[in-house]
């Protein structure tokens, strides 16, 4: 429990004195009486490692002293017959490193005792409106015991930046679960490529990067998985996955696993006969070289959005060579007609979420990459149909996606193992 021993106590000296509250997520119903697979709030859990539903981690800041308190379900030996384990209040604070810790049913009394005299609440406030009305319910508890001499707070603070903040730079113990997961997913990936061929349909394909997350011991995916096979690839969230493959088609994977809650996002692009046509060639050879120009301005120093101003580069000469846009680079740049082909940024944070804690921009200044930073890099090439675009480049949908570790020296490509060369992806195929 180290690592969330260690965050606790460095949340306490980046935040001024008072109360941090941060609720977990319930389980949620799914249909009738049965939920979906129980997912941790993120923050939550990083705090913590506390991994079941309906529990709340409080901190007690006060003048240099400090107190971690877990608020989580009763035992009830009777439930757990049905649902499975429950730690209890005794177990966790033993177990996950807290001060003390209560039953979940004694929350509303107890924190109108925490918070008698204190200054303020850090809180994620705004967040949710059945939160924010609960957080002052507390607050009022308190107000009303004032002619008893006591204070309610009088600032409540949005804790969510701070966490966020700590979060953007991962620990050692968070990049093994990192890379981990980026090597699971670069391997179900490979299956993919050596699985598909014309007559399955998209849900197949899907079916065997799932069934090698679990395999290796993944059992959620970081999100929904996008399998999408000839036009549905120009489609940035495309999540149907039900087309039947044609041979001809590319098809564009865009999935991740999660490990201990931490994720991987790879996409990658390759011919469903495995072999590229001539204008399949052209277009993902140019995304491909738009991605290494993204990834070698992956560097400390470089702002966050230097890969995407490269890619951006690299892509918009190309859609030039091909005469898809006319006139000169900067003209084609600066007007943003390359948003025809290319419409989103190259990249984000990554970690406990896929799209991940952290914020892009300080002080309306693209924020300076440093070591520690965990990001996606994504290029990608969308031909629909238009009058500019001739009949071959039509429905082609490129994008190529690695997750990097921004490091002292440069960076460190998670998903280096997945094939990813024109001539890699069609040598697996091959076999």
């Not at 009088?154 to 980026?182: C, S």
Request: aromatic share 10%; charged share 25%.
């Amino acid at each position: 429990m180290q690592p969330y021993v260690t965050r606790r106590a460095t949340l306490s000296t980046r935040l001024p004195a008072g109360v941090v509250i941060v609720p977990n997520t319930t389980e949620i119903i799914r249909n009738a009486d049965t939920t979906y697979p129980f997912r941790y709030d993120s923050s939550f859990y990083y705090l913590t490692g506390f991994n079941e539903p309906d529990a709340i981690f409080v901190q007690i800041n006060q003048a240099g002293s400090m107190q971690n308190i877990l608020f989580c379900r009763p035992k009830d030996l009777e439930r757990e017959i049905w649902d499975g384990h429950r730690h209890g209040p005794e177990e966790a604070s033993k177990l996950f490193g807290f001060d003390a810790a209560y039953s979940i049913e004694e929350l509303d009394n107890k924190m109108i005792e925490l918070l008698q005299n204190q200054p303020r609440i850090h809180t994620p406030f705004g967040h949710n409106a059945a939160w924010d009305s609960r957080v002052s319910s507390w607050v009022n508890g308190v107000r009303a015991k004032v002619r008893s001499g006591v204070t309610a707070p009088n600032e409540i603070h949005d804790v969510r930046g701070t966490i966020a903040e700590m979060r953007l730079f991962k620990d050692e113990f968070e990049l093994v679960h990192l890379r981990k997961a980026g090597l699971i997913n670069s391997v179900a990936h490979t299956r993919a490529m050596r699985f598909a061929r014309p007559g399955q349909m998209e849900y197949e394909v899907e079916a065997e990067i799932l069934h090698d997350y679990y395999r290796q011991g993944s059992r959620f995916p970081a999100y929904s998985s996008i399998v999408a096979a000839g036009a549905n690839a120009t489609c940035l969230h495309y999540g149907e996955n039900n087309k039947r493959l044609q041979d001809g088609d590319l098809i564009l994977i865009d999935a991740g696993c999660e490990i201990e809650g931490y994720a991987s996002d790879i996409t990658r692009t390759f011919p469903v006969n495995g072999k590229y046509s001539g204008p399949q060639k052209d277009v993902y050879e140019i995304t491909l070289a738009a991605q290494y120009a993204a990834l070698d301005a992956c560097r400390v120093g470089q702002s966050w959005n230097a890969p995407h101003e490269a890619a951006v580069r690299v892509l918009t000469q190309g859609m030039l060579d091909l005469g898809l846009l006319q006139g000169s680079l900067d003209e084609a740049i600066e007007s943003l007609s390359y948003k025809q082909f290319y419409m989103h940024n190259t990249g984000h944070w990554m970690g406990l979420d896929v799209h991940d804690a952290g914020a892009y921009k300080i002080q309306g200044e693209w924020r300076k990459l440093e070591a520690g930073m965990v990001m996606t890099v994504e290029p990608g090439f969308y031909i629909r149909p238009a009058p500019n675009v001739p009949k071959h480049f039509e429905n082609i949908g490129v994008r190529i996606e690695d997750d990097v570790l921004i490091t002292p020296n440069g960076m460190e490509n998670l998903t280096a193992s997945c094939p990813k060369t024109v001539a890699e992806i069609e040598a697996v195929m091959a076999r």
